[in-house]
């Protein structure tokens, strides 16, 4: 069993859809949790921490959820910018890190 | 402008020929690791660094080695580079979070063919 498990996808969804991606992973002593975006070929990017208590930036929100072991990544109202593929990403203690394999979103007009 | 630098961003090498992927940031960044990205496998984690001098293997060090002489460099080696060593490569760099790594910056990445 992978570390870290995603979806891969792909979704496609219209402009405006609301999509949302889970990720779940194995280390119960996980201690902090990333959802980072990344186009085509490029580096990936932070798109947004998580935290225990839930956080929202603009369209996203992200949610943790410890006892079983995943975490969340909601996209309201949809962009066509907003086709990438997301990460799950997980801190296992200290530096290690272990990223998902990603799951492929496609808006279309 | 704060950034992660890979040189070279391509290089096509043969079985065996020694080669050093160079990364640099201007960040003052204690953390800094390396990974490879292959096709339906995600990235993956080589090696990483918690500061000067103080480097950990990651998931797939094998084949791989690093120094971290100065906090702005973190170098990738191949003594002796094969075909599966063939990938994508990212060093990123990353300040002290509350529980470890906080954010990482990416370099551009690195396209490394080995025929």
């Known amino acids: 069993r992978k570390e870290v498990e995603q979806d891969p996808g792909p979704f496609n969804v219209p402009e405006g859809a609301t999509v949302a991606f889970n990720c779940t992973y194995s280390n119960s002593a996980s201690q902090s949790f990333f959802w980072y975006r990344q186009d085509c070929r490029k580096e990936p990017k932070l798109l947004m921490s998580v935290y225990s208590s839930g956080n929202e930036d603009g369209r996203f929100t992200a949610q943790l959820n410890r006892a079983s072991q995943y975490i969340s990544l909601l996209i309201r109202d949809s962009k066509l910018s907003d086709s990438a593929t997301y990460l799950c990403?997980?801190?296992?203690?200290?530096?290690?890190?272990?990223f998902g394999a990603g799951t492929r979103l496609f808006v279309k007009a | 402008e704060a950034q992660v630098t890979q040189n070279p961003r391509y290089l096509i090498t043969v079985t065996g020929k020694k080669l050093t992927v160079t990364c640099s940031q201007n960040m003052n960044h204690e953390y800094m690791s390396w990974y490879r990205q292959d096709p339906g496998l995600g990235l993956r984690q080589i090696y990483y660094s918690m500061n000067v001098e103080v480097t950990d293997k990651g998931d797939v060090p094998e084949g791989y080695k690093v120094s971290r002489k100065e906090k702005r460099n973190f170098p990738l080696i191949l003594e002796s580079p094969s075909p599966n060593q063939t990938s994508l490569y990212f060093c990123?760099?990353?300040?002290?979070?509350?529980?470890?790594?906080?954010?990482?910056?990416f370099g551009p990445g690195t396209r490394l063919t080995v025929t």
């Open positions: 990403v997980v801190n296992t203690g200290g530096f290690k890190t272990i």
């Open positions: 990123a760099s990353s300040g002290k979070g509350l529980a470890g790594v906080s954010e990482q910056y």
